[in-house]
C-alpha cells in the first residue's frame, strides 16, 4: 500500500504505459488504489506492466490501443467501462519518442509529419473524446497531459506537437470545465528512459544538463508526484496549466 490511498475506488488510463514514464504513471497510480487502464500500442509491454501491477497487488488492465486511431481509442474507453465500470482520470502519456526519426523541418518526408502528428498531437484529443464522457457521468475527472520542455526549445515537429498539447490542454480545459473535468500539462525536462538513451545523442543532454540549475536527468519516479498531484483532489482548483518538472530548464519568470 502506498503512502496515501488519493486513487481508492477509481480508475485511470495511462496511455503509453509499457514503459518508460508511463509505465511509472501507471504504477504509481495502482499503487494509491486506482484501477489502471494499460493502454498502449506494443501489446506485450502493456501486458508485462499490467501483471506487473497485479502481482504488487493493484488493478489493472492491458488494452492493446492505438491512439492516433479513433475507433481504437472508442474501444480503449469501452473495455474501460466494460472491465472498471468507467474512467475517472486520463493521462495523455504515449507519443512517438523513444526510436522517433531525426529529420529537420525542411527535409522532413511530409508523410512522417502527418504520421507524427496524428499520434503526438491528435493522440490526446482522440483520447479525450473517448473518455470524457464517462468521467462526466461520474461527477467529474481529471486529465493530464505529457508534454516537454522541448515545446519551447525550436526543435522541430517533436516541440511543435507538444506546443500543440498546451493549446489542447487549455482549450478543453475551457470546455470539460463545466462537468468539473480539469486539464492539466506536465512539461519534463530531460528524463532518465531507455527511449531517452537510445534516441538523444549523449552529448545534446549533456549541453542540456550543463545549462540546468539541478544538472542531472529527471527520473520517472520524479514525474509521477507532480502527475498524481495533478490528477488529484489537491490540485482541485489546478485547471488549464502547465507544471514544468524540469530541475530548472525552462524558468518562466
Ligand atoms: N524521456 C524524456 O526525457 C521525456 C521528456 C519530456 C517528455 N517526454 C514525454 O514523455 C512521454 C513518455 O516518454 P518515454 O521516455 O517514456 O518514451 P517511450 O518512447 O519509452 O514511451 C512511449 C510509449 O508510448 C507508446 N506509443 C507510441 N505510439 C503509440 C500509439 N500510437 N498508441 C499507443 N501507445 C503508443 C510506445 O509504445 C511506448 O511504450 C512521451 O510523451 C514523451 O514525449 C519524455
Given at each position: 500500500m502506498g503512502e496515501s490511498m488519493r486513487f481508492e475506488g477509481k480508475v485511470a488510463v495511462v496511455t503509453g504505459a509499457g514503459r518508460g514514464i508511463g509505465e511509472e504513471y501507471a504504477k504509481a497510480l495502482a499503487r494509491e488504489g486506482a484501477a489502471v487502464?494499460?493502454?498502449?500500442?506494443?501489446a506485450d509491454a502493456g501486458e508485462r506492466v499490467a501483471k506487473e501491477i497485479e502481482q504488487d497487488g493493484g488493478k489493472a488492465v492491458a488494452v492493446a490501443t492505438d491512439i492516433a486511431n479513433e475507433d481504437s481509442t472508442l474501444g480503449m474507453a469501452k473495455a474501460a467501462s466494460d472491465v472498471?465500470?468507467?474512467?475517472d482520470y486520463l493521462v495523455?502519456?504515449?507519443?512517438?519518442?523513444?526510436?522517433m526519426e531525426l529529420h529537420g523541418l525542411t527535409t522532413m518526408p511530409m508523410s512522417y509529419w502527418e504520421k507524427f502528428m496524428s499520434v503526438n498531437m491528435t493522440g490526446a484529443v482522440l483520447c479525450t473524446r473517448a473518455v470524457f464522457g464517462s468521467m462526466a457521468e461520474r461527477g467529474g475527472g481529471a486529465i493530464v497531459n505529457q508534454s516537454s520542455t522541448a515545446a519551447w526549445m525550436g526543435v522541430g515537429y517533436y516541440g511543435i506537437a507538444k506546443l500543440a498539447l498546451h493549446g489542447i490542454t487549455g482549450s478543453f480545459a475551457r470546455e470539460l470545465g463545466p462537468m468539473n473535468i480539469r486539464v492539466n500539462a506536465i512539461a519534463p525536462g530531460p528524463t532518465d528512459t531507455e527511449a531517452t538513451r537510445s534516441t538523444v545523442d549523449d552529448s545534446i543532454i549533456q549541453g542540456l544538463l550543463a545549462s540546468m540549475p539541478l544538472n542531472r536527468m529527471g527520473t520517472p519516479a520524479e514525474l509521477a508526484g507532480a502527475c498524481l498531484f495533478l490528477l488529484?483532489?489537491?490540485?482541485?482548483?489546478?485547471?488549464?496549466h502547465v507544471l514544468n518538472v524540469d530541475g530548472g530548464q525552462v524558468m518562466r519568470v
Open positions: 487502464v494499460v493502454a498502449e500500442l506494443d472498471f465500470g468507467g474512467v495523455n502519456n504515449a507519443a512517438i519518442y523513444g526510436g488529484s483532489d489537491d490540485a482541485r482548483w489546478v485547471t488549464g
